[in-house]
Each structure stands twice: as structure tokens, then as C-alpha cells.
């Protein structure tokens, strides 16, 4: 089973609906991140969580919304869509100790389209 | 603020050469230095991590190594094979905030 799971892992949607996509961890690791990625502009940070109660801004937070509902779930929200939020999103984790210090693990990705 | 840059944006070579991909970074004061495969339409697979205090890191074929004060980094591939063919992505974690920030890759076909 994967270690870092999203979910939808493709999702269409319309301008103005809100949508929220789903990112659950069995790593076990504190810290969580959204990032899109678009063509020609490599990933760019939406938000991270370095714990449960710990929520930051990234580089490109407007219009988005996150909730850290466990240690595990990070989920991201775009309270009305709009079409240049057309981009795959990943979530990733990482842990503040240990053995992989502060390596980041992503999931599949979810490739998200406003029409 | 830190920005990342990798050339060449695409490079094609016969299997079995030997490669590097090369890595920029503007910003020295780095905690770590991560690589990453990603294979069309999937997530991103970490390769190698070298932190801030080391210069090198080895998996396999792969050999990644650090010159902070150059800010340069480079990914050495050995005997290369058709199925190391993807994009290979750099990324930094710098600044207050210990943010990643990626390059925009470099797209690698091994040709067989």
C-alpha cells in the first residue's frame, strides 16, 4: 500500500464550485505540505502544517484553504474555483527527527481541471 | 528569495552512457538538497537528500553531490538504461520558513 495516499486522483469541476482534496499518511510523519505544479513553473508550495495545530502559508495561498484534521490528513480546499487553479496537485510529509530528516515524500498526485 | 534552476531543460543520450544533470541554486545558506524522479503523470519519488553539512550522497548508480558555496549541485547517473528515462527534479529547503524550492527539471530519454 501506498505510503501517501490522495484523493481524487483526477477531478473536473466547474468555475465557482468548491472543491476539497483529500491527502491521508501512513508514515507517520508530523509534517505535511500541498504543492501544485504547473507546466514550465515547477512546484510551488500552497501550504504546510508542521503539526496538528500548526498551519502556514507557502508561496502561492491565495484562494486556497487547508484543514490538518490528524496527524495523518491534510486536506486542501478551493472555496470557489476558478480556472488557473488548473494543475496537479501533490501532498507530501516529512518528519521533524529520525532517520529521513527532513526528506519529503509525496503522493500520486491529483490532477484537478476548472472548466 | 532562493530560486532553483537545472540545465539542461531535456536531454536524450544511447543506454549505457554515463550523465550529469546539473543544479543552481542563488541562496548558499541551505539546510538540505533533495532529488527527485518523476515518471509522466505520477507523484515525485525521492532519489537522494544530501544535507547542508555533507558533500556527497550515493544510491546505486546514482552518486549526488553539494558545493554549497558555489551553490551547485549535480546527479550523476552511471550506465544509464532505458528505464531511468523521466523528469529529474532539484529541489532546496532554505530560508525561515525551511521551504522546498524546486527547479523545473530536467527531462531525461535513454534511448535503447
Known amino acids: 500500500d501506498a505510503d501517501v495516499t490522495q484523493t481524487p486522483r483526477n477531478r473536473i469541476t466547474k468555475t465557482g464550485k468548491r472543491i476539497m482534496l483529500e491527502c491521508s499518511q501512513t508514515k507517520g510523519h508530523d509534517r505535511m505540505y500541498w504543492y501544485r505544479q504547473d507546466p514550465g513553473l515547477g512546484l510551488r508550495l500552497i501550504y504546510y502544517?508542521?503539526?496538528?495545530?500548526?498551519?502556514n502559508k507557502g508561496e502561492i495561498s491565495d484562494g486556497y484553504s487547508v484543514s490538518r484534521q490528524a496527524q495523518a490528513k491534510f486536506s486542501l480546499s478551493l472555496e470557489s474555483a476558478i480556472p488557473n487553479q488548473t494543475a496537479l496537485y501533490f501532498c507530501?510529509?516529512?518528519?521533524?527527527?529520525?532517520?529521513?530528516?527532513?526528506?519529503?515524500?509525496f503522493g500520486p498526485g491529483t490532477r484537478l481541471t476548472v472548466l | 528569495k532562493q530560486e532553483v534552476t537545472q540545465i539542461p531543460a531535456a536531454l536524450s543520450v544511447p543506454e549505457g552512457e554515463n550523465l550529469v544533470l546539473n543544479c543552481s541554486f542563488t541562496?548558499?545558506?541551505?539546510?538540505?538538497l533533495q532529488w527527485f524522479r518523476q515518471d509522466p503523470g505520477k507523484g515525485l519519488t525521492s532519489l537522494l537528500l544530501?544535507?547542508?553539512?555533507?558533500r556527497e550522497q550515493t544510491s546505486g548508480r546514482l552518486n549526488a553531490s553539494l558545493d554549497k558555496s558555489s551553490g551547485r549541485s549535480t546527479l550523476y547517473i552511471a550506465a544509464s538504461q532505458p528505464g531511468d528515462s523521466a523528469t529529474y527534479l532539484c529541489a532546496v529547503r532554505s530560508g525561515s520558513a525551511r521551504q522546498l524550492t524546486f527547479g523545473s527539471g530536467t527531462q531525461l530519454t535513454v534511448l535503447p
Open positions: 502544517s508542521f503539526d496538528v495545530k500548526d498551519i
Open positions: 507530501a510529509t516529512s518528519e521533524s527527527g529520525g532517520r529521513s530528516y527532513n526528506e519529503q515524500f
Open positions: 544530501i544535507q547542508s553539512s555533507q
Open positions: 541562496d548558499s545558506a541551505i539546510y538540505n
